[in-house]
């Protein structure tokens, strides 16, 4: 094949390649999600608390106007608001919808990612990568693992948009439009969370690296700034951001702090878990060696392409572009840098901040492959594997094992033993039982986890349609002896710390209270002939009510028999006979029931007896 030949194949390949590049993206884009879906299983929400479960219970309990537009609230996140007034609008009463939709909306945030490290880098590859890192991190598990979630990846998206507008304008493409748009996205992801104020910076830098002498660009950025605090200081009546943990930034500002959680934050994005237990769920000192290495040797895989790029910065082989890599340097570092900066300026540093800067971190790295290969000729999806295609595949190879132990750790952190326990709660009452739960008394024993009056006036309206659960409450005992007989309108748990959950003991204690032995059944209905045994309440009385629908011709008796005691006679003289037995506190007594009737024309026949009455007993 002559040279000729040779160019008029590549060309072909190249068409040819092109038209059915759409097959390639849906493959990689199939293969994040499934990769969504495989690292986030485990993950679920059944119940709601803390946060979720107020915000859900702001959505049940205000109008359309007061959720999204909350005047003068200590936060005003209208735009994450409005989607969380739609996502439970959809979700509804099927709270185990909030995970999967949480999957997909971070698959999504992935394929953006992709779209954007292939377009940086050159490479399909690459993006997949850049894509396949930021599912396997475990900084993801606020937004899979809480209905919050949503806010996180919104504002995540948000500010990814911002840095990719803004590297397209200082990149050739020059349209002010893209800046505008940049300053719109910026406006909105501070009513998403306003932490990302701090992004103002990164606009400014753009049109200084741009070079920009156009005063309504400038006047565009500052323009932005000003309407937010606007908005801001009419609605909450304040301009500064409020910390976490009910605190505000004004107040707990502690600059040796701050420069402290910056470098922690740096180290969380190479991959070092630079905190305490219950924030990163394995603290580096803690994590085991063979993690310990894939970590290093990653970060020797991105050392390597950084002292790729700093040859190129500093050597020969930039000239003619050195402005263009240092603008985009610039660039990169600036965004990271603006989000470390605004997630360390409160009380403590949580990992789902530094997932932004990850995400930035990986498009980074994304860049550097791209001007690493420049001009290069292009290998199936790499444009070369060796040396930058390698060292950036085994950074990912040996970054996956060490999220995925780190993963393994979420049981740490501090929110996850309360998702587990309120996870209990719902599958062993609304799951279980169904709308039967509403109007139900659930008691629970034992109060180790500080259920508070909220959670338990409000936790199972969320499985109601009406968002109501009328005459459902819960109540807690210390012991069995707190409650009288077990009857259809009560359920009992109990609290099992050790597996951070619930256990339902409603049969267990209706068995132990009021065991029958034939004749007696769960709505009240006796046979001709019954026996069981009951345990007295704390004053040793149990109370019993017969009552007999049917019709009375007189003669009819009841006879009662305590343990070894005489038997107790009592005559029928109207539908409804009470008596008192007396006992010793918490004594179990043996009863048995002997009628000398039966209920004529009764539907059905339980036992070996026919049906004779309907029998309440009491013993509180």
């Not at 990689?28 to 219970?57: C, K, P, Q, T």
């Not at 493409?173 to 300053?183: D, H, M, P, T, V």
């Amino acid at each position: 094949m002559d040279a000729k030949e040779r160019i008029k194949f590549r060309i072909g390949f190249s068409r040819m390649e092109k038209k059915y590049e759409w097959k390639d993206h849906l493959i990689f884009m199939g293969l994040l999600l499934g990769l969504a879906v495989w690292v986030n299983r485990g993950i679920e929400i059944r119940g709601l608390y803390m946060d979720d479960l107020y915000f859900w219970s702001c959505y049940g309990e205000q109008s359309f106007l007061q959720y999204v537009f909350p005047m003068g609230s200590t936060r005003f996140r209208f735009l994450y608001y409005l989607a969380a007034w739609l996502e439970m609008a959809v979700v509804g009463n099927r709270v185990a919808w909030f995970v999967p939709i949480n999957i997909l909306l971070n698959a999504a945030l992935a394929w953006y990612l992709y779209f954007i490290a292939h377009r940086l880098s050159g490479a399909k590859a690459i993006g997949f990568l850049a894509g396949s890192m930021f599912l396997s991190s475990r900084m993801a598990y606020y937004q899979i693992g809480q209905v919050l979630g949503l806010m996180e990846t919104m504002a995540l998206w948000m500010a990814v948009a911002v840095l990719w507008c803004l590297y397209r304008y200082i990149n050739g493409e020059g349209r002010q439009s893209l800046f505008i748009r940049a300053c719109i996205l910026y406006f909105g992801v501070c009513f998403v969370h306003e932490r990302y104020m701090a992004l103002l910076p990164l606009l400014f830098l753009a049109l200084l690296l741009r070079r920009c002498k156009n005063p309504a660009l400038w006047g565009a950025g500052v323009g932005s700034f000003v309407l937010v605090q606007a908005i801001r200081a009419l609605t909450i009546g304040s301009v500064l951001p409020a910390g976490t943990g009910g605190t505000q930034v004004a107040d707990t500002l502690n600059i040796p702090q701050a420069l402290k959680f910056a470098f922690s934050q740096a180290a969380y994005v190479f991959g070092i878990n630079a905190g305490p237990e219950h924030l990163n769920g394995c603290p580096w000192g803690q994590s085991p060696l063979w993690v310990k290495l894939c970590v290093i040797l990653a970060d020797m895989a991105v050392l390597f392409m950084v002292c790729g790029l700093l040859s190129r910065l500093f050597g020969p082989k930039g000239k003619g572009r050195r402005w263009a890599l240092w603008a985009n340097v610039l660039l990169f570092v600036g965004f990271i840098a603006c989000n470390i900066a605004s997630s360390s300026v409160t009380i403590r540093v949580e990992l789902r901040w530094v997932y932004v800067s990850l995400a930035g971190a990986l498009l980074f790295l994304s860049w550097i492959y791209g001007e690493l290969t420049r001009g290069m000729k292009k290998e199936l999806y790499l444009k070369r594997l060796w040396p930058w295609g390698a060292l950036f595949g085994v950074y990912v190879l040996l970054m996956l094992p060490a999220e995925l132990f780190y993963r393994s750790c979420y049981p740490k952190l501090y929110l996850w033993p309360d998702q587990l326990r309120y996870n209990s709660l719902a599958e062993e009452t609304y799951e279980k039982y169904g709308d039967r739960i509403f109007g139900k008394t659930i008691y629970i024993m034992g109060n180790s986890y500080e259920m508070s009056d909220f959670t338990a006036r409000t936790f199972f309206k969320v499985f109601d349609k009406d968002r109501l659960a009328e005459g459902t409450k819960v109540e807690f005992i210390d012991s069995i002896r707190d409650i009288g007989l077990v009857d259809e309108d009560m359920l009992v748990l109990r609290e099992d710390p050790e597996h951070n959950g619930f256990q339902d003991i409603t049969d267990f204690v209706r068995e132990l209270k009021l065991k029958v032995d034939y004749g007696y059944y769960q709505d009240g209905w006796m046979d001709e002939h019954a026996s069981l045994t009951v345990m007295a309440g704390k004053d040793g009385k149990i109370h019993l009510e017969v009552m007999y629908p049917g019709i009375m011709n007189g003669g009819e008796m009841i006879t009662i028999t305590k343990d070894e005691d005489e038997p107790l006679q009592l005559p029928v003289q109207s539908s409804v006979v009470d008596a008192t037995l007396t006992a010793d506190p918490w004594q179990m007594v043996h009863l048995t029931f002997d009628y000398n009737f039966y209920m004529q024309n009764a539907q059905e026949q339980r036992g070996k007896d026919r049906l004779a009455a309907i029998v309440h007993i009491l013993a509180d």
